[in-house]
């Protein structure tokens, strides 16, 4: 089975950097997906890490390390928007089906 | 493109009454997903289809969901009889990377279920 941990709660100023972990522990890995969620909203996607190292999409970046079994998502330049929930995602072995973590709910404020 | 799509997009009954939701997934998408999102559980997945064929449905909870595919551009999520312990947000998405992993997952809006 997967099991994912990540913080629950984050909170950061506006215009700051922040940085969310997420450890896993599965019997089967491909990859760590990123997904954000609004309040009412639909999860979407924000980032893939297959391989270890760091991903950088704008102000989002992700990391990987599989021998860690650790990853992370970096939001920089923080924006009001940005205040939302955060969730890792193990792609297991069979390289179709996520499992979510319980998410991080980021609060950005003034 | 319009996303996927779902339908209704909040749903009351009450208990005991037979719920179906619905899901249109984008065009030429392979893969389609059924959801639940709570606040205890989180986001689990409660099955999954490829190319219109159930691979995984071990996270249907009881006998009591049921989940179809008839055709590529619609699936259907059954809940017969309802329990209150049903309420939810049942999301569906699907991914088109055809042969590749499906890391990226496109998500329709949801269906809020509230069960009396």
């Known amino acids: 089975g997967q099991s994912l941990e990540q913080p629950s709660e984050v909170t950061a100023v506006e215009g700051a950097i922040v940085q969310i972990n997420c450890t896993y522990q599965?019997?089967?890995?491909?990859?760590l997906s990123w997904y954000q969620q609004h309040d009412g909203g639909a999860p979407t996607f924000l980032s893939y890490?297959?391989?270890?190292g760091l991903e950088e999409t704008g102000r989002f970046s992700s990391f990987l390390s599989r021998s860690d079994s650790y990853g992370y998502l970096l939001l920089q330049e923080l924006q009001m928007k940005d205040s939302a929930s955060y969730f890792c995602?193990?792609?297991?072995?069979?390289?179709?089906?996520?499992?979510f973590g319980k998410g991080t709910k980021l609060s950005v404020i003034p | 493109d319009a996303g996927v799509i779902q339908s209704p997009r909040h749903e009351v009954t009450e208990m005991g009454q037979e719920v179906t939701l619905r899901c249109k997934p984008i065009?030429?998408?392979?893969?389609l997903f059924w959801y639940r999102q709570t606040m205890m559980r989180g986001l689990e997945l409660l099955i999954y289809?490829?190319?219109?064929?159930?691979?995984?449905d071990s996270g249907m909870p009881e006998d009591r969901f049921s989940a179809k595919m008839p055709n590529a551009s619609f699936s259907t999520l059954k809940i017969q009889p309802s329990e209150p312990r049903d309420s939810a947000v049942y999301f569906c998405a699907s991914s088109g990377l055809a042969g590749g992993p499906g890391y990226e997952q496109f998500f329709g809006p949801g269906t809020r279920l509230t069960v009396l």
């Open positions: 599965t019997s089967g890995f491909y990859g």
């Open positions: 995602a193990v792609l297991g072995a069979g390289s179709y089906q996520l499992t």
């Open positions: 890490n297959g391989l270890d």
């Open positions: 289809f490829n190319n219109n064929v159930p691979i995984d």
């Open positions: 065009s030429g998408h392979n893969s």
